[in-house]
Antibody, heavy 121, light 110 residues
Framework: QLQLQESGPGLVKPSETLSLTCTVS??????????WGWLRQPPGKGLEWIGS???????FYNPSLKSRVTMSVDTSRNQFSLRVSSVTAADTAVYYC?????????????WGQGTLVTVSS | QTVVTQEPSFSVSPGGTVTLTCGLS?????????PSWYQQTPGQAPRTLIY???TRSSGVPDRFSGSILGNKAALTITGAQADDESDYYC??????????FGGGTQLTVL
């Protein structure tokens, strides 16, 4: 059974860079059938797709975040990562990673449990 | 900018039927957007219910169904149960690798 687990600092200072890693277990991140996504949810608000990456490093980013977001993949560790630069309080959210099915099966499944990142000095 | 619209809140009586919708600020939702639906309870990660408009994800009860109704995607819960009280989110695939989520519907069962 595939599982995903987010990890990283829970507190980031304004203007600094948020960095998170998602570790995939129970399956290989190197499958060509999937992308691997990052999503977030500010407290009390809805879900927002941040971006997705595949095993070869091909990426898609949310246009509204594209200038500040970088995603990378480490197939040897079965991990993928997210960096968001120049963070503000508006980046405070629970960050989720998820497997993304593409084409006719398009969806995010399963999801990690999520990790809360607070931007504050 | 594309906005995906959902009803902010809805209520249903236990045993009743409710249909939540997912629309576009401009244009119609079709199967080509591969609508997907997610259920989320407080403090939990979202759970995938429906994908590709109407395909139930593994383990999802058949009281959940998806469709296109008019110009919107729809999630229908037939025979609502107390533990269906959750937030429900739809997502649409816009092409070029981009997905957009709706603002979510808070469903109350009472």
């Amino acid at each position: 059974q595939l599982q995903l687990q987010e990890s990283g600092p829970g507190l980031v200072k304004p203007s600094e860079t948020l960095s998170l890693t998602c570790t995939v277990s129970g399956g290989s991140i190197s499958s060509s059938s999937y992308y691997w996504g990052w999503l977030r949810q500010p407290p009390g608000k809805g879900l927002e797709w941040i971006g997705s990456i595949n095993y070869s490093g091909s990426t898609f980013y949310n246009p509204s975040l594209k200038s500040r977001v970088t995603m990378s993949v480490d197939t040897s560790r079965n991990q993928f990562s997210l960096r968001v630069s120049s963070v503000t309080a508006a980046d405070t959210a629970v960050y989720y990673c998820a497997r993304e099915y593409t084409s006719s099966s398009q969806r995010f499944e399963p999801w990690g449990q999520g990790t809360l990142v607070t931007v504050s000095s | 900018q594309t906005v995906v619209t959902q009803e902010p809140s809805f209520s249903v009586s236990p045993g009743g039927t409710v249909t939540l919708t997912c629309g576009l600020s401009s244009g119609s939702v079709s199967t080509s957007y591969y609508p997907s639906w997610y259920q989320q309870t407080p403090g939990q990660a979202p759970r995938t219910l429906i994908y590709s408009t109407s395909t139930r994800s593994s383990g999802v009860p058949d009281r959940f169904s998806g469709s296109i109704l008019g110009n919107k995607a729809a999630l229908t819960i037939t025979g609502a149960q107390a533990d269906d009280e959750s937030d429900y989110y739809c997502a649409l695939y816009m092409g070029s690798g981009i997905s957009v989520f709706g603002g979510g519907t808070q469903l109350t069962v009472l």
